[in-house]
Nanobody
Framework: QVRLVESGGGLVQSGGSLRLSCAAS????????LEWYYQAPGKQRELVAA???????NYADSVKGRFTISRDNAKNTVYLQMNSLKPEDTAVYYC?????????????WGQGTQVSVSS
């Protein structure tokens, strides 16, 4: 069982920056793909960024060039650096860890952290 705890959310003005952190415990962190999702009020949860166990990254078109996902396997932590924030980035941000083997798929979620961007 993997436990994920997000931190770093808050209120920021448009154009500002925040760095989200997600600390993991209870599993072999380095073998998991790690992802950040956001969920705005009344909308579905959407993938923002992902980083594989090998360090390959992928981003939603809406955040490319502004957000950077990274991981520190020594600290069991994944980060999301968010620059040039826009009001439409306002959402609850969730951390996800997932992997699969021949028998099963495993997926874990954090509790979320609120990011609010004022215009």
């Amino acid at each position: 069982q993997v436990r994920l705890v997000e931190s770093g959310g808050g209120l920021v003005q448009s154009g500002g920056s925040l760095r989200l952190s997600c600390a993991a415990s209870g599993g072999t962190f380095r073998i998991y793909t790690l992802e950040w999702y956001y969920q705005a009020p009344g909308k579905q949860r959407e993938l923002v960024a992902a980083i594989t166990s090998g360090g390959n990254t992928n981003y939603a078109d809406s955040v490319k060039g502004r957000f950077t996902i990274s991981r520190d396997n020594a600290k069991n932590t994944v980060y999301l650096q968010m620059n040039s924030l826009k009001p439409e980035d306002t959402a609850v941000y969730y951390c996800n860890a997932n992997r699969r083997d021949l028998r099963s798929a495993y997926e874990y979620w954090g509790q979320g952290t609120q990011v609010s961007v004022s215009s």
